[in-house]
């Protein structure tokens, strides 16, 4: 069975950069999208990005391996490390609108997102 | 982008109950779409996958149709643990969710 975990701060300052790791359990990370899609309190799902891993030895990401939302991508940079089965999100330059809850989840080549971390809440505060 | 719309907002429905959740696509994402449920404090649970397929362990009262730009959910008969908000995501190009429509006890 997939599992996935988030880790990060639960807390961060405005105008500072929120890093966050999801490491996968039970599966290999190989040939899925790993996904962020965040949810601010009471609101809805928003999808934040998705990194490809081909399982290559000489794997690189490039641009055609890394996916973000538009209205996200000045700010967001998306990776994966391989050898901790783990992928990680990095949000520069936070307000308080980033506030939410941060799910990392595993999506298929076909765009179905069937795994699913627990979430974790990340507030933006002073 | 491609914008989601569902419809009701909030559902009052009793136990037993047949109920058909609307979704709305402002183009076509073809059969591109998938129905999560999710309950408070946990992660969204997939239903459905490319417009009317179960997922693996989704009760059979689950079913989804339409194509194009218009898409349905319907519960056959509401159980106990079905109340939740319903959320719709397309992955025509690539992710965007719907605002949610949540199901209460009426």
């Known amino acids: 069975q997939v599992q996935l975990e988030e880790s990060g701060p639960g807390l961060v300052k405005p105008s500072e950069t929120l890093s966050l790791t999801c490491t996968v359990s039970?599966?290999?990370?190989?040939?899925?999208?790993w996904t962020w899609i965040r949810q601010p309190p009471g609101k809805g799902l928003e999808w934040i990005a998705s990194?490809?891993?081909?399982?290559?030895?000489?794997?690189?990401?490039?641009?055609?391996?890394?996916n973000y939302n538009p209205s996200l991508k000045s700010r967001v940079t998306i990776s994966v490390d391989t050898s901790r089965n783990q992928f990680s999100l990095k949000v520069t330059y936070l307000t308080a609108a980033d506030t939410a809850v941060y799910y990392c989840?595993?999506?298929?080549?076909?765009?179905?997102?069937?795994?699913w971390g627990q979430g974790t809440l990340v507030t933006v505060s002073s | 982008e491609i914008v989601l719309t569902q419809s009701p907002g909030t559902l009052s429905v009793s136990p037993g109950e047949r109920v058909t959740l609307s979704c709305g696509a402002s183009q076509s994402v073809s059969r591109f779409l998938a129905w999560y449920q999710q309950k408070p404090g946990q992660a969204p649970r997939l239903l459905i996958y490319?417009?009317?397929n179960r997922a693996t362990g989704i009760p059979a009262r689950f079913s989804g149709s339409g194509s194009g730009t218009d898409f349905t959910l319907t519960i056959s008969s509401l159980e106990p643990e079905d109340f939740a908000v319903y959320y719709c995501?397309?992955?025509?190009?690539?992710?965007?969710f719907g605002q949610g429509t949540r199901l209460e006890i009426k």
């Open positions: 490319d417009a009317i």
């Open positions: 039970g599966g290999s990370i190989t040939s899925y999208y």
């Open positions: 990194i490809y891993y081909s399982g290559s030895p000489n794997y690189k990401p490039s641009s055609g391996s890394t």
């Open positions: 989840a595993r999506m298929t080549t076909d765009g179905i997102i069937d795994y």
């Open positions: 995501q397309q992955r025509s190009n690539w992710i965007t």
